[in-house]
């Protein structure tokens, strides 16, 4: 856990969230921010800052982020979605925790923006 991180706060149980799912690995829980009708994260507990620092072992974890935010998805009655991942802060990340997120209930455009 990086104790500065916002995410990790949220694993730790220190900062208050509404979760949708959580298991030993990840957690998924509705953004305080939504841009679309639905709109959660899905994160790992373990602290990856993002994208490049998924290593082999965490691979199993990466995988199950994408399959846990199919499903989730689908519970919240949407089967179309976007998955959007931002790497860094030119790409809009903002909290440097990896994390997904799933966004649907209305029509999306592209370029994303």
Same mark, same amino acid.
């Given at each position: 856990m990086s104790e500065n991180?916002?995410?990790c706060k949220i694993v730790e149980?220190? &900062?208050p969230v509404t979760i949708l799912y959580e298991d030993e690995d990840i957690i998924a829980f509705n953004d305080i921010n939504p841009q679309a009708p639905i @709109?959660?994260?899905?994160i790992p507990k373990k602290h990856l800052s993002g994208p490049e620092d998924v290593a082999i072992e965490d691979e199993r974890v990466a995988g199950k982020l994408m399959r846990m935010?199919?499903?989730?998805?689908?519970?919240e009655g949407c089967s179309q979605y976007r998955v959007v991942v931002n790497?860094?802060?030119q790409a809009g990340q903002t909290v440097f925790h990896l @994390?997904? @997120? &799933?966004?649907g209930g209305r029509d999306m455009s592209w370029p994303p923006g």
């Open positions: 991180c916002l995410f149980g220190e &900062i @709109h959660f994260l899905l935010g199919n499903e989730i998805a689908l519970q790497n860094g802060p @994390h997904m @997120h &799933i966004l």
